[in-house]
């Protein structure tokens, strides 16, 4: 009677193994990583996680302060997919890196606007005038790009999306230029008389582009921030998910009433 108890008891504690398994499996397929800056893509995230929800899929938001680690962390498969870049970034990330990420949706538009504390209006600007631009190659020649548009540099190729400062054929202004990571460049707004700050961070920084931008993009920017994967997860029903999330009525509605012009829905 006592090695019946015994046999039983062990079937029992087999059968709750092999019914938790299927189910804790079943829970893992779900989840969704995704790597985001703060504002406004980890936001954005945030405000479409409830359809992902209804859906069954777990939207875990992993917020990075760089453009660096959420490429890296995706091709190295600690992550599944990211949000917070531009093609051009891209293009250029996966040329120095010899990686092959892809683009899989593109979602919105964040004006890049140039900043000062010392000066109310560009044409204030004097000559010699340091000016701070982001030091990654895509945001280093938008930055340029943008000067360029309004006449106050020349470049040897006003369309090319990979101008740097030796591509710099007129400066009559002889503006003095400093590359910095770009999530510096709010910091530095008190050392330098102008500053091209990418949008994501002159949010985070309180700065409002529409109003305290001396120069912006308009809204024909050909810079539009990305959803992006690998090769081999693009095509996940997760990861498409999350794509129609990201370009659904409901979050259209989130950028036009959040950010007010200064981020712009691309779909």
């Given at each position: 009677?006592?090695?019946?108890?015994?046999?039983?008891?062990?079937?029992?504690?087999?059968?709750?193994?092999?019914?938790?398994?299927?189910?804790?499996?079943?829970?893992?397929?779900?989840?969704?990583?995704?790597?985001?800056?703060?504002?406004?893509?980890?936001?954005?995230?945030?405000?479409?996680?409830?359809?992902?929800?209804?859906?069954?899929?777990?939207?875990?938001?992993?917020?990075?302060?760089?453009?660096?680690?959420?490429?890296?962390?995706?091709?190295?498969?600690?992550?599944?997919?990211?949000?917070?870049?531009?093609?051009?970034?891209?293009?250029?990330?996966?040329?120095?890196?010899?990686?092959?990420?892809?683009?899989?949706?593109?979602?919105?538009?964040?004006?890049?606007?140039?900043?000062?504390?010392?000066?109310?209006?560009?044409?204030?600007?004097?000559d010699g005038a340091t000016v701070a631009l982001p030091n990654d190659p895509s945001n280093d020649s938008r930055a340029l790009l943008l000067l360029a548009r309004h006449g106050l540099i020349t470049l040897r190729d006003p369309d090319n999306q990979l101008s740097t400062v030796?591509?710099?054929?007129?400066?009559?202004?002889?503006?003095?230029?400093?590359?910095?990571?770009?999530?510096?460049?709010?910091?530095?707004?008190?050392?330098?008389?102008?500053?091209?700050?990418?949008?994501?961070?002159?949010?985070?920084?309180?700065?409002?582009?529409?109003?305290?931008?001396?120069?912006?993009?308009?809204?024909?920017?050909?810079?539009?921030?990305?959803?992006?994967?690998?090769?081999?997860?693009?095509?996940?029903?997760?990861?498409?998910?999350?794509?129609?999330?990201?370009?659904?009525?409901?979050?259209?509605?989130?950028?036009?009433?959040?950010?007010?012009?200064a981020v712009l829905p691309a779909f």
């Open positions: 009677m006592k090695k019946l108890l015994i046999l039983l008891l062990l079937m029992l504690g087999l059968a709750g193994c092999s019914s938790s398994e299927p189910t804790a499996k079943t829970g893992q397929s779900q989840v969704l990583t995704v790597a985001a800056t703060a504002i406004p893509h980890a936001e954005i995230l945030k405000a479409i996680k409830p359809l992902l929800a209804k859906q069954g899929i777990d939207l875990q938001i992993k917020v990075f302060a760089d453009y660096v680690q959420p490429n890296e962390q995706v091709v190295e498969k600690n992550i599944d997919v990211n949000y917070f870049e531009t093609e051009p970034y891209l293009d250029a990330y996966n040329a120095q890196r010899g990686t092959n990420l892809v683009t899989i949706v593109g979602v919105h538009i964040e004006p890049f606007g140039a900043y000062s504390r010392k000066y109310h209006a560009i044409g204030q600007l004097p030796k591509d710099i054929t007129a400066n009559p202004h002889h503006f003095q230029f400093r590359e910095l990571e770009a999530a510096m460049l709010p910091r530095t707004l008190d050392e330098v008389d102008l500053a091209l700050i990418n949008t994501n961070y002159a949010l985070s920084a309180g700065l409002n582009p529409l109003k305290d931008a001396l120069l912006i993009e308009d809204k024909n920017s050909p810079y539009v921030n990305y959803l992006v994967g690998r090769p081999d997860n693009r095509d996940d029903p997760r990861v498409k998910a999350l794509a129609a999330a990201l370009t659904s009525p409901e979050a259209r509605q989130f950028i036009e009433n959040t950010y007010h012009g």
